[in-house]
């Protein structure tokens, strides 16, 4: 039975979705009052499982389709075309899983934006403008032509493509050359391999006709080496325990002349010249000695100086020109000969047995030479310094004196240190036995005195405390042979005469009844 609606629009819940019917005030009782459903409204939270129309007076139209799956959350839809009869034609589909849009029918666009991924299905983007900026599509045609403008339409065979003029290629590939192998110079079954061989050198880029220079390894032709090494510069390392030589060998026009190595049979570093040639050394662009062809070293105008020893075992050590050496000796263990015009000359005075002896202490000291060495001296009139108890006589007067092995100190200004010089002081050479004799003739004073004979040189005191005995009265007399001491040296050494008891006023060579002090020291 048809349903009849009169001057109304009712609604109707189906299945949760409320749907409006639209009157028709023109047709009266007419099932065509029913005119359209083109609307609905879904109540909120309820989806529907089928879909509803929205159809022209003859039931066609359009329609949104809604299903739900046991995966669904809100669904799958899709936009149908839709008649009387049931039937429809899918438009495009949503697919809620795979979250695309399929289009059954050719689709025009204006303005669209996409956001997402475009996929075409295998199908084509047609009617496409040629592309303007640079974020544009392009088109199959804009392409080849830009193809054709680069030139690749001649490249038809197999290689590696260069590049030979503006918009102009062609193919190339790698090919061998002197001492270089080269594998897939064409690069189609993968990179090319380049191996190499000996490669002549005179084949090298700028190879030099001056056959001295060498390629270094900055790629120049020199004849320099350079390094800047902290350590060793340039090392030759020669493996072979037998081998006579690794070395730098310089020749001289093909001849060999000079080498400097290392002998590793005889484990010997080596400097080595052949024929007549002789070895040099210098310093500041000076020679300074050679070695000649001959085996001569000359050291020419310069010093030979050592802290060792200088052994002649087998050879003659000529002495001709040896200066003063440092050292404690000179060790000669053959005769040393002086060729019967030459002289051992400054010899010091002998202290051991087999020392040397000059011709001075010989006719000093034997039989049938001069007598020893004497010296005689006495205090001048020219003194009348005060003398006190501790200092010494200022004698500064020599009456008689021989040989060479005692000497008087007439000019050193006076002190009373010991180990230095001083006038009044009595020098005794090395290695001698001397009797030291002195005296003050005739004390006739309230104050009697005694002396004694010192060691200058460190303050001993020499011989008996006094050879003048203490003093009873002014009629007195001190013994003329006044104060002896002996003494026996082994270096040079200074004696004096002191004044040990009671002081002189004064002391010269006439004082009163003061008679001249007087000294006597000789060779025993």
């Known amino acids: 039975m048809p349903l009849f609606l009169k001057a109304l629009d009712p609604s109707v819940d189906i299945l949760g979705n409320e749907q409006v019917l639209k009157y028709n005030t023109d047709q009266i009782n007419n099932d065509a009052n029913l005119l359209l459903l083109n609307d609905f409204t879904a109540t909120a939270g309820i989806f529907p499982t089928s879909g509803f129309g929205f159809v022209n007076n003859n039931l066609k139209g359009f329609r949104f389709y809604h299903e739900l799956s046991n995966s669904s959350v809100y669904g799958n839809f899709s936009f149908q075309t839709y008649d009387k009869f049931g039937s429809s034609t899918d438009i495009f589909q949503y697919d809620e899983q795979t979250d695309s849009l399929t289009f059954f029918k050719n689709v025009s666009l204006s303005g669209l934006s996409i956001t997402g991924n475009l996929s075409l299905n295998s199908n084509k983007i047609t009617n496409l403008a040629n592309g303007a900026a640079n974020t544009d599509a392009i088109n199959f045609g804009q392409l080849n032509s830009a193809i054709t403008g680069l030139g690749f339409s001649s490249l038809i065979s197999n290689g590696l493509i260069a590049r030979t003029a503006s918009n102009t290629y062609t193919i190339r590939s790698i090919t061998n050359g002197t001492g270089i192998s080269i594998s897939n110079g064409d690069a189609v079954s993968g990179n090319p391999t380049i191996s190499v061989s000996n490669i002549p050198i005179n084949t090298l880029s700028g190879y030099p006709s001056n056959s001295s220079l060498f390629l270094n390894g900055l790629g120049s032709w020199t004849n320099t080496l350079t390094t800047n090494s902290a350590t060793y510069g340039f090392t030759l390392n020669n493996t072979n325990n037998s081998s006579t030589a690794t070395s730098f060998y310089i020749l001289n026009n093909g001849v060999g002349a000079a080498e400097f190595g290392f002998n590793n049979s005889t484990n010997e570093a ?39 020893n200088i052994s002649a075992t087998t050879g003659i050590l000529k002495g001709n020109n040896l200066a003063v050496h440092n050292s404690g000796s000179i060790a000669v263990l053959n005769s040393l000969g002086m ?63 021989r040989g060479s092995n005692i000497s008087l100190d007439t000019s050193s200004s006076y002190t009373t240190s010991t180990g230095v010089a001083s006038i009044g002081r009595v020098t005794l050479a090395a290695g001698k036995t001397y009797k030291l004799t002195a005296s003050l003739n005739n004390v006739v004073s309230a104050n009697y005195n005694a002396t004694r004979w010192y060691n200058s040189d460190n303050g001993v005191a020499l011989g008996l405390t006094s050879g003048a005995p203490s003093p009873i009265s002014t009629t007195d007399r001190v013994g003329s042979a006044g104060t002896v001491a002996y003494i026996t040296t082994s270096v040079s050494t200074r004696v004096e005469l002191r004044i040990t008891w009671n002081a002189f006023t004064q002391i010269k060579g006439s004082e009163d009844s003061i008679g001249q002090a007087w000294f006597t020291v000789e060779e025993v």
């Open 270 to 308: 080596y400097v080595w010249s052949t024929g007549t040639a002789s070895i040099k050394f210098g310093t500041n662009s000076t020679t300074r000695a050679r070695i000649l062809n001959d085996g001569t070293f000359d050291l020419l105008a310069n010093n030979l100086t050592t802290t060792g």
């Open 339 to 401: 060729g019967g015009t030459n002289y051992i000359t400054s010899l010091p005075t002998p202290i051991n047995n087999q020392d040397a002896a000059t011709k001075q202490y010989v006719d000093n000291n034997s039989s049938g030479g001069a007598a020893q060495s004497i010296l005689h001296g006495y205090v001048n009139s020219g003194y009348t310094d005060v003398i006190n108890v501790g200092d010494h006589f200022k004698f500064n007067g020599i009456a008689f004196v």
